[in-house]
């Protein structure tokens, strides 16, 4: 027994190796806003440029993702050409959202739809800017999925689409004050009246003596 103790162990080679092995650290992205590459020779990128000119405010590549700013008045055809026309074709709308910037008030609102090739397996971002109050017309012709989408948008930001089927609240219930993601929604606003009239729950004084109350 005594000799098996004062054998050498016998190391697995894979995992010496391993151990040995320098991890490699990868460079700190510097903090600030991502690289913004402009997008010269794409196919598609070019097609649109030529079909809809100034309509086309920018094409950059951010982050590995191809992102088009678009002139609100010619959002609809081109998302119309992209799903029908273009080549490759965007038949996948895959998500829409919005961002809410309070500190730039000529159009403090964007509304971003997020799209994919099927075929291709390529994914293309849109985004166009929106006025405060500015409405925006529904893509739900366009596609389908886009109906609970914008319904979550206009729930969470106020943002309306026109000539949706069905918008209205999705997320929090009909009668809620406010949209819980602009800007200025307070974190503590949970403490409101359609809370206390209908879940029963009381906001607690910011001053008192609470001793012995939940006792």
């Known amino acids: 027994m005594a000799e098996e103790d004062n054998k050498p162990q016998e190391i697995n080679p894979i995992a010496k190796s391993a151990s040995e092995t320098p991890v490699k650290k990868l460079p700190r992205r510097a903090a600030g806003a991502m690289p913004v590459v402009e997008i010269k020779d794409d196919l598609l990128i070019k097609a649109l440029q030529e079909k809809f000119g100034k309509t086309i ?69 849109i985004k166009t800017r929106l006025a405060e109050d500015e409405t925006i017309q529904t893509v739900t012709s366009i596609w389908g999925t886009a109906n609970w989408l914008e319904r979550e948008v206009y729930d969470l930001f106020g943002i309306r689409f026109d000539e949706h089927p069905d918008l209205r609240r999705i997320l929090l219930p009909t009668g ?12 503590e606003y949970q403490d409101n009246a359609w809370v206390e009239e209908n879940l029963q729950i009381r906001a607690l004084p910011t001053e008192g003596d609470f001793t012995g109350k939940f006792e």
Do not use: C
């Open 176 to 187: 809620w004050v406010g949209h819980p993601l602009r800007k200025e929604y307070k974190l």
């Open 57 to 125: 405010l920018s094409a950059n590549e951010i982050n590995s993702q191809q992102v088009l700013q678009i002139e609100k008045a010619g959002l609809a055809a081109v998302l119309l050409y992209l799903r029908d026309n273009a080549i490759p074709a965007f038949n996948m709308l895959t998500d829409l959202t919005a961002v809410h910037f309070p500190d730039q008030p000529d159009q403090p609102f964007e509304i971003v739809y997020q799209l994919y090739s099927i075929a291709a397996k390529r994914r293309l971002r």
